[in-house]
């Protein structure tokens, strides 16, 4: 692995893609699709950005998530997830991520489902199954802002697809 001494500055996400039916068997990784913002975390020697898919900052816009990254036990990492806005009832809302851009507060939930730098070491290479279970670890005792998002191995035909905004079933 690589050691590089900070996490790159951004990194292109991987994109879920559209499909009829989950892949089958036990080769196959599933995760709940959520629906919310998908963003990047960076943490820097205390430093941290909230980071678009595109890689616009957008740090002011979510402070309260920024804090909760800053408190992690680790110097430097990197992390994929999905912003979401969760009613009380845990159901999620896509308005609440817009009105907590507007007003800085809000039920914020940064699920986390990947982790691709942690203290100066490149884990891409390592398998995702291997970053998740790492990144699990880290998040232990992390405020109720920031949730693991777990993962099902296999079993991906009998998960229910979520619908998009469009109506069409996505899975990633």
């Not at 892949?23 to 629906?35: F, N």
């Not at 998908?38 to 205390?46: E, K, Q, S, V």
């Not at 199954?129 to 802002?145: E, H, N, T, W, Y």
């Amino acid at each position: 692995m690589r050691r590089p001494t900070s996490p790159p500055a951004w990194i292109k996400p991987q994109l879920a893609a559209l499909v009829k039916a989950p892949p089958a068997g036990s080769d196959w990784l599933h995760e709940i699709k959520m629906d919310g913002y998908r963003m990047h975390a960076r943490l820097d020697a205390g430093r941290v950005q909230i980071l678009t898919r595109r890689g616009n900052i957008w740090t002011d816009k979510y402070p309260a998530i920024a804090q909760a990254v800053s408190g992690l036990p680790a110097k430097n990492a990197y992390f994929d997830g999905e912003l979401c806005g969760v009613l009380s009832d845990g159901r999620t809302a896509f308005n609440l991520i817009q009105n907590a851009s507007d007003t800085g507060q809000g039920s914020l939930v940064f699920f986390l489902f990947d982790l691709l730098f942690l203290d100066g070491a490149d884990l891409t290479a390592l398998p995702l199954v291997d970053r998740k279970a790492r990144l699990a670890k880290l998040l232990a005792g992390a405020p109720p802002s920031l949730q693991y998002n777990d993962h099902q191995i296999g079993h991906g035909p009998a998960i229910p697809p979520a619908s998009s905004s469009n109506g069409c079933p996505t899975l990633c």
